[in-house]
């Protein structure tokens, strides 16, 4: 998680050091997830054919070498541009490989829950991330902290090797990245519908996050951007772990409907929080809540929904449709900052965020329309 999301850590001091505009930064932030979502089918359809965990030992390794590669030779734009997108290639390998290995090592009534606190733990993960990244760039400058999460990453490969090896079910014939059956399961594609939503507006968040809150409350907070975007992302492992929990308590498609609008409300109410001080920070807090809880339900529900025997194909699909909604998201950000004012009007973050808000109230639509095509 560390060479992901150290960069949205530290992208004010990034915007100054490359000398980057908006739409450019929202390149850098969007660029990943389009590298993850480039790899994201093939290496989560492998999953139904090799153990998982072999599958995530590689993409740990990619994300360690793009983390030092970045770390040596980034100078501007066009080579952070190359070595992000390495990045995103390596989080294809790890994330979802990594849910699916769980899987496989999981069964009965409590796997829901383990799903949930996996998926759950990315949010743990981004909030460490921009805690490292805050103090490692302090104490070493930002090629030391990038150097060092490289570490962290060779250091997940090693523990991955620990695991008991586990032979996947067998799969159906066909080939690889045959994923006909899955595009065509309504139930399955509910889920990936409002994942995509959820995920435009969730990485456009964590990209501009802390270039946001260091706007918003400068001269008024003395709590750094990054401290407030890691009690963020623990505040949003909490939330996602309760809305996985309340998703099988109800109908699991509403709850998540219930859950997106809610944050969409509150995207609106965020972007006028410029100038708010410590009301902007609680603010902040808030949305992180909302924004995250329908996360661990959405991909729960994408999983228990495919057959067992394309499990692996299914998380392929979610993936690939909710990452390329993470590179959109931080990008149309950055545009929208840009066209409207920069990053130094209060107006064009309102209006940045109201896109967030919109694209969010667009997955309860797709979310309950589909599922409920399903049932018919």
Request: proline share 5%; hydrophobic share 60%; with cysteine.
């Amino acid at each position: 998680m560390g060479p992901v999301f150290a960069f949205p850590g530290l992208l004010p001091d990034f915007i100054i050091t490359f000398d980057l505009s908006s739409s450019q930064a929202g390149w850098l932030g969007g660029i990943t997830f389009a590298g993850y979502a480039v790899a994201v089918p093939f290496l989560s359809a492998l999953t139904d054919r090799v153990d998982a965990r072999r599958v995530y030992v590689a993409g740990a390794v990619v994300a360690a070498v793009a983390s030092v590669l970045f770390a040596l030779f980034a100078q501007g734009f066009w080579t952070a541009l190359v070595f992000r997108a390495l990045a995103g290639i390596g989080l294809a390998g790890t994330y979802m490989p990594g849910l699916k290995a769980l899987v496989d090592r999981t069964d009965g009534p409590q796997q829901p829950k383990w799903m949930s606190w996996y998926t759950a733990s990315f949010s743990l993960g981004t909030g460490i991330s921009f805690l490292a990244a805050g103090i490692l760039a302090a104490w070493l400058g930002w090629r030391g902290c990038f150097a060092l999460l490289g570490g962290g990453a060779l250091l997940a490969a090693v523990l991955a090797l620990l695991l008991r090896p586990v032979a996947p079910p067998p799969a159906k014939p066909g080939k690889l990245l045959d994923l006909r059956p899955v595009l065509t399961n309504r139930r399955v594609m509910a889920y990936v519908l409002g994942y995509f939503a959820h995920m435009w507006e969730l990485f456009g968040l964590r990209a501009w996050m802390v270039a946001f809150m260091a706007f918003a409350t400068a001269g008024q907070v003395v709590m750094a951007p990054s401290v407030v975007a890691a009690l963020s992302s623990v505040v949003a492992m909490a939330a996602s772990i309760g809305g996985a929990a309340l998703a099988l308590r109800f109908d699991r498609a509403k709850a998540c409907s219930v859950f997106a609008l809610a944050s969409a409300a509150c995207a609106l109410l965020v972007g006028q929080s410029v100038g708010w001080g410590w009301a902007a920070v609680a603010l902040m807090l808030v949305y992180n809540a909302l924004v995250q809880l329908d996360s661990a339900a959405l991909t729960t529900g994408a999983v228990l929904a495919a057959e067992p025997a394309r499990r692996g194909a299914s998380i392929a699909v979610h993936s690939l449709i909710g990452f390329v909604a993470g590179f959109l998201g931080p990008l149309a950000f950055g545009w929208i900052l840009d066209l409207t004012g920069g990053p130094g009007s209060a107006a064009a973050w309102g209006w940045s965020f109201a896109v967030l808000a919109a694209v969010a109230a667009l997955g309860p639509l797709a979310l309950l329309r589909l599922n409920r095509a399903s049932l018919n």
